[in-house]
Nanobody
Framework: QVQLVESGGGMVQAGGSLRLSCAAS????????VGWYRQAPGKQREWVAA???????NYADSVKGRFAISRDNTKNTVYLQMNILKPDDTASYYC?????????WGQGTQVTVSS
């Protein structure tokens, strides 16, 4: 089964940027859509962004215009470019298939945005 490893998180001030990576051990792009999710302390995990096999992107309203999802097929890697970060973006970020979760969750990568 495909394993997912997220990386790229860190601590940043509000207004800053980070680029997250999700490396898959196999061909994650055989699934119709992949994306990013996040979970803040004490909150449910929520969907953030999606990218279909045809290259169509979709974003949660809270990140639209600030985040961009992309992929590198040759590396089986999905990226999330996060700009104009806000304290509300603080969370652990995970990748997986969208909308149905079809793969084991990775360990996630922590993003902390200070005001």
């Amino acid at each position: 089964q495909v394993q997912l490893v997220e990386s790229g998180g860190g601590m940043v001030q509000a207004g800053g940027s980070l680029r997250l990576s999700c490396a898959a051990s196999g061909n994650i792009f055989e699934f119709p859509s992949v994306g990013w999710y996040r979970q803040a302390p004490g909150k449910q995990r929520e969907w953030v962004a999606a990218l279909t096999s045809r290259g169509i992107t979709n974003y949660a309203d809270s990140v639209k215009g600030r985040f961009a999802i992309s992929r590198d097929n040759t590396k089986n890697t999905v990226y999330l470019q996060m700009n104009i970060l806000k304290p509300d973006d603080t969370a652990s970020y995970y990748c997986n298939t969208v909308p149905a979760i079809r793969l084991p969750w990775g360990q996630g990568t922590q993003v902390t945005v200070s005001s």
